[in-house]
């Protein structure tokens, strides 16, 4: 027995030596110039004699009786590697520093960026081989990492996060929509801070909230603002102005951007949520403009926005607040002392107060973490899809976009689909806009005969300025709440973040406020593809057949 027992300790360290080993992460093509920075990392438990690792012109392999037990990196150079990422690897390929231990170099190993390949052997045994583009599509900054067994398709890059799939039952939702009662769930919720507050908004503009943030941070609650750095158009005078407002009250400002010190993890950081006491989460479409969180009975977005009082929900939303905003690629926002003007909006007659439950089962969506948890959901779809957003773009001019393809796909099973599009004039203006994709959609629905609709919303008629709601319903039990546009870069390269919330009466709720939105477009005078009001064209053409008419009765009576 004790012959059996040592012959088969002996055979697990082989096996150990030999076997479980692979490449599991690599960046062929970092930021820093000339690409010192990049690395591999090996994974497995056992003894790395005989392993090799080549390019198929320079490899290396490691000092005799090397293990590995878990997780080894291996880079160019330790100290580009240290000023990427803030640790040192394992080993490096070129002595550069004594801190960092060598691998024993043959050839000069370069990970060509575009097109080239690694390979392991064990022995003259080749284990594993991974080619670019073959096996994955690189660009600047994405790391490729293994999953059981599959090169992830993700475009993950230097500094993002990788949280997986999270779900959190029995917490208490308030919904609300935007303009209607937006500002006032907001400020409730701010006021009842009493320790902290994590903000992490894109643009932040409203004078009126940023007074509530002061006044939390003069009673004591530690305040924390988190911005993007670089939003399309720049940071405005207005936004700086709010950052000089909220500084002056010891609340930091900081911004997302790329520096000397780090690139941007993200294209945008285009999230919208707040963290209140480690309990409390408030996320939505809304930026924290005077559009999107208008005072009530004014004139603002449609937008979507939920609280949700759980702790370890909070805490999952906390960690995701603390792991972006660390790092070389934030920095303070300097404000100025510049005064902020709210600009004149007209009236509004608020139709929707917040709505509570009790009980939801609550799923976070993170960009570009998660966010293919969106479809997944279109895909569950059974009954119907409701979709309500600013834009949607497709990937390609021959490729829809694929949350829309989702829901088409369901269509075609019998699901009743219908898409709810912007109308401001800049999501109408030019040559592939909502107002074309309306037309795609319909075209669609027309030629196979489903049950799918699309419409340009009529801001007019619902007095709104304009659909910034990136919303979806499913079944009448699911609701996406979210940040994340329907186009080729918000799901997979910005920092977006979201909520699936399964609750019918909150399902309900927002399914009033879409149908409000659909009916108005229906019954206030429903906008072609080309975005031209059929009531004004019914109208010209009444004045011309008048005219008309005038012109035939004076030529009679001539």
Sequence with gaps: ?????????????????????????????????????????????????????????????????????????????????EQTH????????????????????????????????????????????????????????????????????????????????AVFEGVTVTAFAAPDCAYEVFSSSVASAEREILVNVYEFTNPAMAEDLVRASERGVAVTVLLEGGPVGGISPEERAIAGCLNRSGIPVLMMTTTDAGHAKYRYDHAKYLVIDGKTVLVGSENYKPGGY??????GNRGWGVRLEDPELAAYF??????????????PLEGTEDDVHTPWTPSYTVEFAPCHAVGARITPVLSPDTSHLITEM??????????????????????????????????????????????YWFNIEDDADNDEMVDVVNRIAAAEG????????????NNLAKIHNKGVIVDGRAVLVSSINWNANSPGFNREAGVIIEHPEIAAYYTRVFLDDWDATEEGGTRDIYGVDRLKMVAAACILAGLMALYLYRRGRS
């Excluded at 208008?294 to 004139?299: C, K, V, Y």
């Excluded at 088409?408 to 599009?421: D, E, K, M, T, Y």
């Excluded at 489903?450 to 801001?459: G, M, N, Q, T, Y």
Aim: charged share 20%; with cysteine.
């Design 1 to 81: 027995m004790r012959r059996i027992a040592t012959t088969i300790l002996l055979l697990c360290l082989l096996a150990g030596t030999a076997g479980g080993i692979l490449i599991t992460e690599f960046c062929p093509d970092p930021y820093l110039p000339r690409d010192p920075d990049e690395y591999l990392v090996l994974e497995g438990d056992g003894v790395l004699d005989g392993f090799v690792v080549s390019d198929g012109e320079g490899g290396f392999r490691f000092p005799p009786g090397t293990r590995i037990c878990g997780r080894l990196v291996v880079a160019r150079n330790g100290l580009a590697f």
């Design 86 to 165: 803030g640790c040192s690897p394992d080993f490096e390929i070129e002595d550069h520093t004594s801190a960092v231990p060598d691998v024993i170099s043959s050839g000069n190993l370069l990970m060509a960026n575009q097109a080239d390949e690694l390979y392991l052997y064990h022995g003259t045994t080749l284990v594993q081989q991974v080619a670019w583009p073959a096996d994955v599509h690189p660009r600047e900054g994405q790391i490729h990492y293994l999953e059981d067994g599959v090169w992830d398709p993700r475009p993950l890059f230097i500094g993002q996060s990788r949280f997986t799939p």
């Design 294 to 299: 208008p005072a009530p009975g004014l004139q």
């Design 318 to 331: 906390q960690e995701v607040f603390l792991f972006d905003a660390c790092g070389g690629d934030i920095v």
């Design 378 to 423: 279109i895909e569950r779809a059974e009954e119907s899809i409701v979709i309500e957003q600013a834009y949607i773009k497709n990937q390609t001019k021959y490729e829809l976009n694929p949350f829309l393809a989702a829901a088409i796909n369901a269509s075609r099973r019998g699901v009743q689909v219908r898409v709810l599009l912007d109308s």
């Design 450 to 461: 489903l049950p799918l609709e699309a419409r340009l919303a009529d801001l007019e008629g």
